[in-house]
């Protein structure tokens, strides 16, 4: 089928243009345009003039036809596109649809980039500057606008002192926070891929520590490597580990003093001096008797002395000593010298000896003073308390401490009793302040002195067996017994035995030391000593009238061979203590002494109605006078009156005490209200009795009855959870409410 094809005339400056209406091919029917509309022209105006409506591919004036017009940067026709991850300068694919380029620095983002701020500047919100891109071609599908980051290929502001190599592995030179590797940055890199990485890395590119850098690695140094490292501590290397060949396995020089016992060394002891354990040159250990004297271990050697006693007990011993040498020969053996092989422990020199004058010693150690062996040129020597002189040798039989050493008096005086040295081997009390002429010192101080004056308050001055507390003339401190009262001795009478002067311990006796001396009758001691025991205070045994109740247990001097109830000092039966025993009405003994209430008799029971009341109150006969029925009451007034003083007292009696009182009182009232009614039948003979001063009596001391009744009731209102409160109350209600003193004396003792 034949299209049909328009034709449309446009007025142009130099021609007209043809509008095909078809669509175009990009490309003019016959490879130029002929002004005639063909297939696939969309415009044909007979030029190849751009820009003048139809182009010359045959295609009109447009974005997207292909041909780069005026106003516009690009046109690919139909390979414009805004998605293409493809930039310019890549030909053919750099040109979006609105015939703009693709390019880093437009301010367009497009084209896969990841940013674009209008410029090729780094160090601002996006990098861009491809003189800086490391790696990345200009045609790469990422382009030059990338976020500044690392791994983006282009080394930033931030990354300036490190790298940036376009990717985040580290080992490649730059790590994955884009900081340069090297050795000596103090991280193990790893190395590229395939590559060997570093040992080690200490921060430092010194060859000599445990980590050096050969050439740009960092290696790690070792003992055996044939470099000695100073800074890993070595002074030598081999190449080996292996000792014994002047370098040792751990790089260290070899050599005598070096603590190391090496091959042709028989000893190292880690200096080059003689001494006990090993020779300055390493080639001997020092053996004491064998006959050597190794300098700077020994003073002597003489050689060891044994006993040579085949198959017997002895045999091998050491000769050191008297004993020693006494085993030996008593085994039929020989003491030899091991050194010299000759017999031993005859003359100086002859083997090590311990106990022989002027004989090196088994420590091969030279005779001196302190060994306990008297030698040459010494007047004593008693050894020393330990391994060196000390202060205390000074003040023993041989002074050789450290004074004597320093005056050079060791070992030539021997010290006795007067020279003014204390002598502790004789006891360990011992003191010498000095005899006669020799030198004296004050008693405590040690200053030297002539005379007592001299020590003032210290004295006295030397020995002295007359002055308390002195050190005396046979150098033993002063004591109890010596004679003279020292302190802190209260007395001393030359002897250790007591007697009625002094104690064994020179403490004066008396009463309370615990020994019964003369006066005293018994002394058990201070502890035991008091007014109610069996010894009194005055050491004297406790006796019935002595005025101290012995109470305590052991106590003899009572009634029955016991306790004493009381001691009133006298003997009399009649007062209120009765041969140490308390006097109680019942007890068959009238109390005539003491406080009131006073006995009228006492028969020795407590029964009413035969005479004598169980109160030992007389009881007269219904014939009695009336005085003697008042003389017999004046007895149990007395009693009434005290009893209820009892129960008036500030603090009060004991609930006991008081419900005793109390019903004592009721009933002494109630007899003498009974005593006062009798006297009605007797009214005749009361007339002529009564006086005066007889009524006035009478009155009295019933008015005091009723008031001390009064005030007993008003104590037991007081205490009314007693037991005996209500029984009391009414008994002494119905006293009362019975005997009022006017209805007494006016009924029974009416006046004239």
Same mark, same amino acid.
């Given at each position: 089928?034949?299209?049909?094809?328009?034709?449309?005339?446009?007025?142009?400056?130099?021609?007209?243009?043809?509008?095909?209406?078809?669509?175009?091919?990009?490309?003019?029917?016959?490879g130029a345009p002929n002004g005639v509309c063909q297939q696939g022209e969309e415009?044909?105006?007979?030029?190849?003039?751009?820009?003048?409506?139809?182009?010359?591919?045959?295609?009109?004036?447009?974005?997207?036809?292909?041909?780069t017009s005026d106003g516009e940067e690009c046109d690919s026709g139909a390979a414009n596109d805004d998605v293409n991850l493809d930039q310019s300068p890549d030909p053919g694919d750099a040109c979006d649809t609105s015939c703009r380029l693709k390019q880093c620095g437009n301010g367009r983002v497009e084209g896969g980039e990841q940013c674009d701020d209008g410029n090729l500047f780094n160090n601002d919100t996006c990098d861009s500057d491809p003189d800086n891109v490391d790696g990345i071609p200009p045609d790469s599908p990422l382009g030059n606008c990338l976020l500044p980051i690392c791994g983006n290929g282009i080394t930033n502001m931030n990354e300036m002192s490190g790298c940036d190599d376009g990717n985040n592995e580290s080992g490649d030179g730059c790590s994955a926070t884009c900081q340069s590797e090297f050795c000596g940055d103090g991280v193990v890199n790893d190395g590229p891929p395939g590559g060997p990485g570093e040992e080690c890395d200490d921060g430092n590119t010194n060859t000599s520590d445990a980590c050096g850098k050969t050439g740009n690695q960092c290696l790690s140094n070792f003992c055996g490597d044939?470099?000695?490292? #100073?800074?890993? @501590? *070595?002074? +030598? !290397? %081999?190449?080996? $580990?292996?000792?014994?060949?002047? &370098? =040792?396995?751990? /790089?260290?020089?070899?050599?005598?003093?070096?603590?190391? #016992?090496?091959? @042709? *060394?028989? +000893? !190292? %002891?880690?200096? $080059?001096?003689?001494?006990?354990? &090993? =020779?300055?040159? /390493?080639?001997?250990?020092p053996v004491c008797g064998d006959g050597v004297t190794d300098p700077g271990a020994e003073e002597c050697d003489s050689g060891a002395c044994r006993c040579v006693a085949p198959k017997k007990a002895a045999n091998g011993r050491s000769c050191a000593s008297a004993v020693d040498r006494a085993a030996c020969t008593a085994d039929g053996g020989t003491c030899f010298n091991t050194a010299t092989l000759s017999p031993c422990g005859t003359t100086a020199g002859d083997g090590n000896i311990d106990d022989l004058p002027d004989f090196c010693r088994t420590s091969c150690e030279s005779a001196a003073c302190g060994d306990g062996v008297t030698d040459s040129g010494e007047l004593c020597d008693d050894g020393l308390i330990g391994p060196e002189p000390q202060d205390a040798d000074d003040t023993d039989s041989c002074p050789n401490g450290t004074m004597m050493f320093a005056m050079g008096m060791a070992c030539q005086v021997d010290n006795v009793c007067g020279d003014g040295v204390p002598n502790f081997d004789d006891g360990p009390n011992s003191c010498d302040n000095g005899n006669g002429t020799n030198p004296k010192t004050c008693l405590l101080s040690g200053v030297l002195c002539s005379i007592d004056e001299d020590c003032g308050t210290d004295a006295p001055c030397g020995n002295s067996d007359t002055d308390p507390d002195a050190c005396r003339t046979t150098c033993v401190p002063a004591f109890c017994g010596d004679g003279v009262t020292d302190s802190p001795e209260l007395c001393d009478d030359g002897d250790t035995i007591t007697g009625p002067?002094?104690?064994?311990?020179?403490?004066?006796?008396?009463?309370?030391?615990?020994?019964?001396?003369a006066p005293e009758a018994c002394d058990p001691g201070i502890t035991f000593i008091g007014v109610d025991d069996p010894c009194t205070d005055t050491c004297l045994n406790a006796v019935c009238g002595d005025r101290k109740v012995c109470s305590a247990s052991g106590c003899t001097s009572g009634p029955t061979g016991g306790v004493e109830e009381c001691d009133d000092g006298n003997?009399?039966?009649?007062?209120?203590?009765?041969?140490?025993?308390?006097?109680?009405?019942g007890d068959g003994v009238t109390r005539t002494g003491g406080p009131d209430p006073l006995e009228q008799c006492d028969d020795g029971n407590s029964a009413?109605?035969?005479?004598?009341?169980?109160?030992?109150?007389?009881?007269?006969?219904?014939?009695?006078?009336?005085?003697?029925?008042?003389?017999?009451?004046?007895c149990n007034l007395d009693n009434l009156v005290i009893d209820l003083a009892a129960l008036t007292q500030p603090n009060g009696p004991a609930?006991?005490?008081?419900?005793?009182?109390?019903?004592?009182?009721?009933?002494?009232?109630?007899?003498?209200?009974?005593?006062?009614?009798?006297?009605?039948?007797?009214?005749?003979?009361?007339?002529?009795?009564?006086t005066q001063r007889q009524v006035r009596s009478m009155e009295k001391r019933v008015g005091r009855l009723l008031i001390n009744l009064q005030r007993m009731l008003d104590r037991i209102y007081q205490a009314g959870d007693l037991p005996y409160a209500p029984y009391a109350e009414i008994s002494a209600q119905r006293v009362i409410g019975n005997g009022h003193v006017n209805q007494i004396i006016d009924t029974y003792f009416p006046k004239p």
């Open positions: 089928m034949m299209l049909a094809w328009a034709v449309v005339c446009t007025l142009h400056p130099a021609q007209a243009t043809i509008i095909c209406a078809g669509p175009g091919s990009f490309a003019c029917k016959d415009c044909d105006d007979g030029n190849t003039i751009n820009g003048d409506g139809c182009d010359s591919n045959c295609m009109r004036t447009d974005c997207g036809n292909g041909v044939s470099v000695t490292q #100073s800074g890993m @501590g *070595e002074n +030598c !290397d %081999d190449g080996g $580990t292996v000792s014994n060949d002047g &370098c =040792s396995a751990t /790089c260290q020089s070899e050599f005598c003093g070096d603590g190391v #016992s090496q091959t @042709g *060394e028989a +000893c !190292d %002891d880690g200096n $080059t001096a003689d001494d006990e354990t &090993c =020779s300055g040159d /390493c080639s001997k250990v002067d002094c104690l064994a311990n020179c403490a004066s006796p008396g009463c309370g030391d615990g020994i019964v001396i003997i009399y039966a009649s007062d209120e203590c009765d041969d140490c025993r308390i006097n109680v009405c009413n109605q035969d005479g004598c009341s169980q109160d030992c109150c007389l009881e007269p006969g219904n014939g009695g006078s009336l005085e003697g029925m008042f003389a017999a009451q004046q609930p006991r005490i008081a419900k005793t009182a109390a019903v004592r009182a009721v009933r002494r009232a109630r007899v003498i209200q009974s005593v006062a009614r009798s006297a009605h039948v007797k009214s005749r003979d009361a007339r002529k009795l009564r």
